[in-house]
């Protein structure tokens, strides 16, 4: 288990999960049949490692479920609710990815966060209690805005959001503060509203907070993700909010540059879906900004 673990921590391929997954399989198979807890550790952690494991279908996803559900009441019962609320944060994190796949509700995923925030709480906890609030915004966003709650639904997230910069800050949790600022900065522009130009100047905001983690230099894709972000806030964004009639060519000619700079980025690491998107948004841009060059 602890051979599983190392390989983990910092895999170098995808191989070194599929070997960890071999090493939690030896475990189990040696753990004598009544160190119960042992057992459901080792299934939690084995579930960890399937669930990292790159995958095109749900086959490894569904096998993770079943061992996060088979190892929480042991765990309930002998463990300790601190490895309780991990295995129920896993096990959302889990149920979140087949709900999109059409294969577990969505609603049971909020549910296991909820249960994890009843240990991972706010005072003892903050980090953990950060993530699952980025969880939940991110369940409560997933949920197609068919019916008259879509808007409290993305109240909630943006108030998930919020709830989860309260306790991280730039200098003690960095990445998790780039990650809250920059999913912010994403519920705020898509979010059904009719101040449009006062959620998308938050949403700037919230991107250029989570820049000052996210560098080209030490964290590459996730710069490039938030730039393009950014981008297409600004798209929307009028030069001059007090203005908004008079137009936006500077802000489309800053988001094409913001474009242009996350494709080289998403290009170099092989990123093709993000940088096919990317070069559609580009050519898009490239003819709204002439539209707005005004006749000499």
Known sequence: MELAVGLQQKPKTPDYLTAAVKLYDE?????????????????????????????????????????????????????????????????????????????????????????????????????????????LAAAFLSIPFTDERARIREALAVQCFEE????????????????????????????SSSHIIENNLRAIAAYDEALRVRTRANAPLEYANTIANKANCLWNLPDDSERPDDGNRANLTKAKGYYEEALEIFFNHGEVEKARIVTEAIGQLAQEILAHTPEN
């Open 27 to 135: 475990a189990l198979a040696i753990c004598p049949a009544n160190e119960r807890l042992l057992a459901a550790r080792i299934s939690a952690r084995k579930g960890t490692a399937l669930q990292a494991v790159p995958e095109p279908g749900t086959e490894l996803i569904e096998q993770a479920r079943a061992l996060y559900e088979a190892a929480i009441p042991c765990l309930a019962l002998l463990g300790r609710a601190e490895e309780v609320a991990e295995a129920e944060m896993n096990l959302g994190l889990v149920l979140q990815h087949l709900a999109g796949c059409g294969r577990a509700r969505i609603s049971d995923a909020i549910a296991s966060y909820q249960r994890a925030l009843r240990t991972f709480d706010v005072k003892r906890y903050p980090v953990e209690f950060a993530i699952l609030q980025n969880n």
């Open 164 to 191: 989860g910069l309260k306790v991280v800050n730039l200098i003690d949790h960095p990445a998790e503060y780039a990650m809250l600022q920059n999913n912010l900065g994403n519920a705020l522009q898509y979010a």
